[in-house]
């Protein structure tokens, strides 16, 4: 989906992409202000949401090339030269090894929460554990992450619902708690969220939530978009070892992005991601930042989009700011 106004030209391209078991409509809190700055392009990640189910290599470093050439190929199809790339969680993980293989596209990248930057620990283990989680990860590390709700069949449908802590996220937007399911909709719709944003900014008009509620229909869209045949759950099984770690972890990569890229990091105060590599790497690196966005979570463009937002708005005036300088050093 890309979001333009009438006077987007000119504006740098922001390419979003989200994490894992997500779809694009996860950024629809902050689209029509970042669309202000940015010619904004939100996509299902490759093998998520209405994505194609792509046949990824099990070869974690073949995986990574798969992904990334396929977003190489989508930039292409649009004719965009440069662009900023954001990507939250496992889409930081994908970004992050975007610009380590197409440097000459990526004018900024942008790591939300990333996942998969720390090794493993060499003295991590699971010996500390007791025996009944020790069995639970065993068992469940032989599969793909979402396999437990295919494997539930009607009653997968059920699971999405455990996830109340969104609905409270939203409580100030939806009014009551009988709007949660509408909330589900909101965030992973792509097909009915694509639709209505792209009918509200050609009328310049907002979103409400009971129109989203009532037009992107059931909570179970988000059931649908990971109840297909996994691709990229699949390809991020492969690439990842139990319990959250990645195979090859991106910390130790981040010095071979070319230098004149400028990073910028943001974490949630309160997330589970651990900031340590991203703090360690900016000290290093002059033209690399990280941000703590507070009262925040792993999600941290939910629980505080507007800090989120500004963050963002304030790195496109510095991409204005760059730009002008690189035209009159000419």
């Known amino acids: 989906m890309t979001v333009e106004r009438a006077q987007s030209v000119g504006l740098p391209h922001l390419l979003l992409i989200h994490g894992f078991a997500g779809g694009l409509a996860l950024w629809n809190l902050s689209l029509e202000a970042l669309s202000q700055r940015y010619q904004v392009h939100a996509i299902d990640a490759p093998g998520f949401a209405d994505s ?6 099990k070869d ?8 990334c050439e396929t977003i190489e190929a989508w930039r292409a199809a649009q004719g965009i030269e440069q662009m900023v790339v954001a990507g939250h969680s496992f889409g930081g993980f994908i970004a992050g090894n975007y610009a380590l293989r197409h440097p000459e596209r990526v004018q ?12 493993k620990p060499d003295d991590h283990n699971f010996s500390k554990y007791p025996w009944w989680a020790r069995l639970s990860i065993s068992v469940l590390s032989k599969f793909p992450p979402l396999a437990v709700v295919r494997a539930a069949g009607p009653w997968g449908e059920s699971l999405m619902g455990l996830r109340k802590d969104l609905g409270l996220r939203f409580r100030e937007y939806l009014g009551n708690d009988r709007d949660f399911y509408g909330c589900w909709s909101l965030l992973t719709s792509t097909r009915a969220s694509r639709r209505l944003l792209v009918l509200s900014f050609r009328r310049n008009t907002y979103l409400t939530w009971d129109s989203l509620t009532v ?4 909570f179970l869209d988000i059931y649908h978009c990971n109840a297909q045949s996994p691709s990229g ?8 070892i139990p319990i959250g770690w990645a195979k090859n972890p991106l910390a130790p990569r981040l010095p071979l992005i070319d230098e004149r890229i400028p990073i910028n990091f943001m974490f949630g105060e309160q997330s589970w991601i651990s900031p340590e590599p991203a703090v360690a790497f900016s000290a290093t690196r002059p033209n690399s930042t990280v941000k703590f966005v507070p009262r925040a979570g792993h999600h941290l463009m939910w629980d505080n989009a507007p800090v989120f937002t500004e963050t963002m708005l304030t790195l496109a005036d510095e991409e204005a700011r760059r730009h002008r300088v690189s035209v009159d050093s000419v």
């Not at 974690?60 to 992904?67: L, V």
């Open 60 to 67: 974690p470093d073949a995986a990574e090339d798969e992904i």
């Open 108 to 119: 900024r990248l942008v790591l939300l929460d990333p996942w998969g930057l720390p090794q």
């Open 233 to 240: 759950e699949l390809a991020f099984h492969h690439m990842s």
């Open 215 to 218: 037009t992107t229909g059931s």
């Open 52 to 57: 194609s189910r792509i046949k990824f290599s």
